[in-house]
C-alpha cells in the first residue's frame, strides 16, 4: 500500500507541475517491481560513482544505465522474497561480517577499516554496509530456495591442480622488522640508520636468528629467528600490499638475497631463501571460497530469472536496452 502511494505522490508532482513553479528538475519513478519504485536518481548515483571507476564508451552509455536497472531489479525481487520468507538481517549480523572481514585484512580498528573501504571500494562505508546486509540477504535467500552446498574437497583439490600454474608461488624469508613511531623525514632517516646498521652486521658475518631477537619488533617471530615461513606473495599482498610490492621487486625482479624493505608498518630487513609453486593448503580457503560463490552466483542468475518472469515488471526507462542472456 505504502509503494502504491510513493506511485501516486510522484504521478501527482508531474501532473500539476507548471513553469511557476520556484523548482525545476523532479525525480522520476523509472520502473516497478511488483508496485515497488525505483527512482531514476538512485540509478544516476550508482551510475556517476561508475564512472569513478572504469572509463565508459559514449557508445555503452545506454547498456552500463540498463545493466544498473537490472541490478536494482533484482535487488527489490530480493528485498521482496526476503519479507516473505521473514529473512531478517540484523546489525549485529552486518556487524560480525565486517569483523570476520577485518581479520582476514588484519585491521584492529574500525576508524583505520572505514578509511581503507572507502579508499578502495570509493563508496561511503554506509553504502558498503548496506551493500554487505544485501549480500547477507542473498546468501540466506539462496541457501532456503535452493540449498547450496559448500564444495567438497575433492572439487577444490580439482580446480587446484587445473589452476596451479596460474597461483603463483610461496616465498621463504626472515626478516628482521623495526616499527616506524610516526611517518616523519626525521624518523624515516632513524628507522634507515637501524636497518643499514644490522645488514652490515649480517654481511660481517653476525647470525641473523640472534640479530632478529636482539632487533626485530615483530613478536610472532623474533624469537625463531624471524622465520615468516613458506608465504604465498597474494596473502602478503592481503596484509601488506607495499611490503607486497617490494619484495616482489626486491627479490624476484631484483634477485636479491638480502635487502632492506619498507611496508605499511615499517622497515623489514630481509634474507630471502628461495620460493616454490604455491601449495593447495595455503590457497584452499581461496579456492573453497571462490567455488563456493562462483555456484552461488549461477545459481542466482537462473533464480533471479525464473523471479523477473514470475512478477509484474513494468519499465518506464527511455531506451532501455534487454539483456542478452545465454540459454
Known amino acids: 500500500m505504502k509503494n502504491?502511494?510513493?506511485?501516486?505522490?510522484?504521478?501527482?508532482i508531474f501532473l500539476n507541475y507548471t513553469p511557476g513553479h520556484s523548482w525545476d528538475v523532479y525525480d522520476r519513478v523509472i520502473a516497478t517491481v511488483n508496485e515497488t519504485p525505483i527512482i531514476e536518481s538512485e540509478v544516476l548515483l550508482k551510475f556517476e560513482r561508475?564512472?569513478?571507476?572504469?572509463?565508459?564508451?559514449?557508445?555503452?552509455?545506454?547498456?552500463?544505465?540498463?545493466?544498473?536497472?537490472?541490478?536494482?531489479i533484482e535487488e527489490a525481487i530480493v528485498e521482496q522474497t526476503a519479507r516473505n520468507e521473514s529473512i531478517i538481517v540484523s546489525?549485529?549480523?552486518?556487524?560480525n561480517q565486517i569483523k570476520k572481514v577485518m581479520e582476514r585484512m588484519e585491521i584492529k580498528s574500525i576508524d583505520h577499516f572505514k578509511k581503507e573501504i572507502e579508499k578502495s571500494e570509493k563508496i561511503p562505508f554506509e553504502e558498503y554496509r548496506e551493500?554487505?546486509?544485501k549480500s547477507i540477504m542473498t546468501e540466506q535467500i539462496m541457501s532456503i530456495a535452493i540449498g547450496i552446498t559448500p564444495p567438497s574437497i575433492k572439487e577444490a583439490e580439482d580446480w587446484y591442480k587445473k589452476n596451479k600454474g596460474k597461483m603463483g608461488f610461496e616465498l621463504n624469508m626472515q626478516h628482521i622488522m623495526i616499527k616506524l613511531q610516526n611517518d616523519s623525514f626525521t624518523e624515516n632517516k632513524r628507522i634507515n640508520t637501524i636497518a643499514n646498521?644490522?645488514?652490515?652486521k649480517l654481511r660481517s658475518g653476525q647470525s641473523f636468528e640472534r640479530l632478529a631477537k636482539e632487533f626485530s619488533e615483530d613478536p610472532a617471530t623474533k624469537n625463531s629467528g624471524g622465520n615468516m615461513?613458506?608465504?604465498a606473495l597474494s596473502n602478503l599482498a592481503k596484509n601488506d600490499y607495499i611490503l607486497a610490492d617490494n619484495v616482489y621487486k626486491e627479490f624476484i625482479i631484483g634477485k636479491r638475497k638480502l635487502s632492506i624493505v619498507k611496508s605499511n608498518t615499517g622497515y623489514h630487513v630481509i634474507k630471502y631463501n628461495g620460493r616454490r609453486q604455491t601449495s593447495f593448503e595455503a590457497v584452499k580457503d581461496d579456492i573453497f571460497n571462490l567455488l563456493y560463490q562462483k555456484n552461488m552466483a549461477e545459481q542466482f542468475k537462473k533464480w533471479v530469472l525464473?523471479?523477473?518472469s514470475q512478477s509484474d515488471i513494468k519499465i518506464y526507462m527511455q531506451e532501455y536496452i534487454k539483456e542478452k542472456v545465454s540459454s
Open 306 to 308: 525464473q523471479k523477473r
Open 91 to 95: 546489525q549485529e549480523k552486518i556487524d
Open 4 to 12: 502504491i502511494i510513493k506511485i501516486f505522490l510522484i504521478t501527482f
Open 197 to 200: 646498521e644490522i645488514v652490515a
Open 131 to 133: 551493500e554487505m546486509k
Open 50 to 72: 561508475l564512472k569513478t571507476q572504469k572509463k565508459i564508451h559514449p557508445k555503452m552509455i545506454l547498456n552500463e544505465k540498463s545493466r544498473l536497472l537490472d541490478k536494482f
Open 229 to 231: 615461513g613458506w608465504i
